[in-house]
């Protein structure tokens, strides 16, 4: 029986893979450089505040043409 499959996360959970079902990770290297600038974190004072930032953000990237994400915690919170 052959198991395989690809994630982005499996890397840093190899343990609990390895400890509770037995099963090896290994890491395939990127054939390209990776383009992602990692930003540092913002922090607001307000709810206000930091969807007044989002909306700034979505309209930045949608004047020119790229397309947008915007993800939540929960359910509750994005209605």
Known sequence: QKLAGMTGTAWTEKDEFESIYDLKVSPIPSNKPC???????EVYTSEEGKWS????????????????LVGTTSIDNSE
């Open 53 to 68: 930032a989002v909306v700034r953000a979505v309209r930045e990237a949608h004047s020119s043409q790229r397309p947008v």
């Open 35 to 41: 383009q992602r600038r990692d930003e540092d974190d």
